[in-house]
């Protein structure tokens, strides 16, 4: 029996309401991460932070978001999806609290390590939970739902900040949090676990009724009984990410998630400011105020991003998305050659972070949310994002390092960025060399490429 006109719409209505609650832990990586760019101006003359100490208070979220995933491969599979992102929620409270009330740079930085746990556990199990429970017409657009959340995040973040600029109080842009993390734990309360996940324990009848609800009886038993199909086929070990088809696949995630770390865009959303500020915009608030624009137009380029990935290739959008980011990063470095006005920098700011936003950034997730088997899929993101975080880590502690070394040996920073253009580069040659093309296949049927491949 097919659906109705109004049962369709019901099941748009379900689907969206649960990827939005989804999506609140992605709303949260992009707040709390960006929360620190504003509160950073003001952190740097209270503590007084050389460079090092300003990269770690930028990057011991990031240090956390590490053992997040860490954490999140063994309760992500045996306490399910929805359950997972109730523990990250629990993590982003009390480094919320923590770090309103911290007295030094040192308690500051311990409670942005447990707020990055969060994180970590937030941004493995949301997409996961999104990709398993989207239709597969339908999984490109709501991943991306968790990317939107995400700059929704990084925008309130930062106007946040201005506002809060002006007494400089930073204590309670890190409070502010407090706001969404209610909301989301709220709103897991009233969503359904992930019906894959549910199959894989062997509550069919769980799953079966959550499927019902998104497709309709008919399509939700043809689902199901391919679910439980590939469910056979699959050990679900450690060993099986290492054969041979699923190696691969394990290697393009990892790659391509370290590329979307350090390909540079990431430290131009974290320092905006503070780069304007170094470009000659000396007041904290109109710094913050400057870099404004730029999270709003990422803000417009994402909903534009929408439309993108229905109609275009994952693959072909993925390498224009790049392709234009090594354009900004190279435009970014003449103008800090040749000493333009300070607002000039907001031109290749703006090309950059729009290219990132309208392909790169969203697609990263797509296409690691929906390459693994139903099995594994938990246990490869642990991996991926270990990566993903130890390479952003990594990249927000040494950025400012390299930037004040470019600074000092040539007296502008101009080389950093033909670092990042050419880190670009070699991400798109990459995604056209590795990256396969997953649009409109079932997570099953993407599961079936990689040992396909292997009898080519």
């Known amino acids: 029996m097919k659906q109705t006109e109004q049962d369709q719409k019901r099941s748009l209505f379900y689907i969206y309401g649960i990827t939005l609650v989804a999506s609140v832990g992605g709303f949260l990586f992009g707040y709390d991460l960006v929360i620190i760019s504003g509160a950073l101006l003001f952190i740097e003359d209270a503590f007084k932070l050389s460079a090092t100490m300003k990269g770690f208070a930028v990057s011991s979220a990031v240090l956390g978001a590490i053992t997040g995933p860490l954490i999140g491969l063994w309760f992500a599979d045996k306490i399910g999806r929805r359950k997972t992102m109730m523990l990250a929620a629990l993590f982003f409270m009390i480094s919320t609290i923590g770090c309103a009330v911290a007295s030094s740079i040192e308690i500051l930085c311990f409670w942005r390590f447990w707020g990055g746990i969060g994180i970590g556990l937030a941004m493995m199990s949301s997409p996961i939970y999104i990709a398993e429970l989207s239709p597969a017409h339908m999984r490109g657009r709501l991943v991306n739902v968790n990317q939107l959340s995400n700059v929704i995040g990084i925008n309130l973040a930062v106007i946040v900040s201005y506002f809060l600029s002006f007494s400089g109080d930073w204590r309670l842009m890190f409070a502010s949090q407090a706001v969404p993390v209610i909301f989301l734990i709220i709103g897991l309360l009233l969503i359904p676990e992930s019906p894959r996940w549910l199959a894989e324990k062997g509550r069919i009848a769980e799953a079966l009724k959550i499927l019902t609800k998104i497709n309709g009886k008919e399509k939700a038993e043809i689902e199901l009984k391919e679910i439980e199909d590939k469910l056979h086929e699959e050990s679900g070990k450690f060993s099986e990410l290492f054969l041979p088809g699923m190696k691969t696949a394990l290697f393009i995630a990892i790659v391509?998630?370290?590329?979307?770390?350090?390909?540079?865009?990431?430290?131009?959303?974290?320092?905006?400011p503070t780069i304007l500020k170094e470009a000659g915009i000396s007041i904290g608030s109109n710094a913050i105020l400057s870099s404004i624009p730029i999270y709003l137009f990422i803000f417009i380029c994402t909903f534009i991003a929408f439309p993108l990935i229905n109609k275009f290739s994952r693959r072909g959008l993925l390498i224009c998305s790049v392709s234009g980011m090594a354009l900004g990063h190279l435009i970014m470095a003449m103008v800090l050659y040749w000493n333009l006005p300070p607002l000039a920098t907001l031109i290749p700011m703006l090309i950059g972070t729009g290219a990132f936003t309208l392909g790169f950034a969203p697609l990263s997730w797509v296409i690691v949310s929906e390459i693994f088997p139903n099995r594994i899929r938990s246990k490869a993101l642990a991996i991926v994002?270990?990566?993903?975080?130890?390479?952003?880590?990594?990249?927000?502690?040494?950025?400012?390092?390299?930037?004040?070394?470019?600074?000092h040996q040539y007296n502008n920073t101009a080389g950093m960025y033909l670092l990042f253009a050419g880190v670009c580069t070699a991400c798109a040659i990459f995604s056209w060399k590795m990256?396969?093309?997953?649009?409109?296949?079932?997570?099953?049927?993407?599961?079936?490429?990689?040992?396909?491949?292997l009898k080519k």
């Not at 391509?256 to 905006?272: C, D, H, K, P």
Request: proline content about 3%; hydrophobic content about 55%; some cysteine.
């Open 256 to 272: 391509l998630m370290i590329f979307s770390q350090i390909n540079g865009v990431n430290m131009i959303l974290l320092y905006a």
């Open 385 to 407: 994002c270990f990566f993903l975080y130890a390479s952003s880590f990594l990249i927000a502690q040494v950025f400012p390092m390299l930037t004040q070394w470019f600074h």
């Open 435 to 453: 990256v396969p093309e997953t649009k409109g296949l079932s997570l099953e049927k993407i599961g079936d490429f990689w040992k396909q491949s």
